[in-house]
């Protein structure tokens, strides 16, 4: 099969991905292995869990700054790195990528109510809401979106696009995204462990096809795409869909349907998911 590699423009050396994600795997899962074995041992940990969900989080990110500075040189460092100072987009995009989950996790709570579900207590104004925005920018700096993106949209999306074609590039990363999260199902304090991979794996993956939309969209921003994926993990705390929240399951499949109903009308649209680049 054929090799996939991360190329520099302006070097010689190339990344392979398998070493890309060989070492953001072993890595992320090395750090989680404590929490592994703690959970079916009487092994107790010198730091609190979330302390190391976290570290292992930024196993994508870090993985990728230093792959890029050590095989590429310190210019594709910063160019890798500008990209998440890519600010100056239509508000069109920034209103799809922080309001577009809500709306879908409202659509998908209104049809569990409409099929018999109990609504969640949602008061405009109650003390959860005055949270939100705090707990996004948590969420930006250590839940995710700042640990994985500069991996997953900067370094293995560009190298997934130089072998396969859409969608199936980010059908590709969405898999390989969804089980990177795996030894975090089996970690009681983690976001995961209520759910069941299968129906996470097949939220990750329309999830990508989305991103992937997103970042070119919007020129290769990283910001843009941080901020979908800090707004995914938000708002499904306030509006009550997961399992455990919710009581039920129903709200988090129908947020899995309606992501894939979403995701295929991008897909088929003229737009496509490709765009042009902008220059670098």
Known sequence: MQQTY????????????????????????????????????????????????????????????????????????????????????????????????????????????????????????????????????LVLLIGGPLGEEFGWRGLALPALEKRFTPPWDSLILGLIWSVWHLPLFFISTSAQHSLPFWLYALLTIPLTILITWLYHGSGDSLLLVMLFHAAVNTWSGPLRISPEAAGSIRPFALVVIFTWVVALLVVVSRRGIRFQKTPD
Not at 13 to 37: D, H, K
Not at 69 to 91: K, N, S, V
């Open 6 to 137: 991360l190329r520099s423009a302006n070097s010689s050396q190339s990344i392979r991905l398998t070493t890309y994600l060989l070492v953001t795997f072993g890595s992320a899962w090395l750090i989680w292995l404590p929490l592994l074995i703690a959970e079916n041992t009487n092994l107790q940990l010198p730091v609190p869990p979330i302390v190391l969900i976290a570290l292992g989080s930024f196993a994508p990110t870090l993985t990728a700054l230093f792959l890029t500075w050590r095989y590429a040189g310190t210019t594709e460092l910063r160019r890798l790195l500008g990209r998440a100072f890519i600010w100056r987009i239509a508000p069109i995009w920034y209103a799809l990528a922080i309001f577009g989950p809500a709306l879908v996790m409202l659509m998908a709570m209104g049809g569990h109510v409409l099929l018999g579900g109990t609504a969640p207590e949602l008061v405009p104004f109650g003390a959860r809401w005055w949270l939100v925005a705090v707990n996004f920018f």
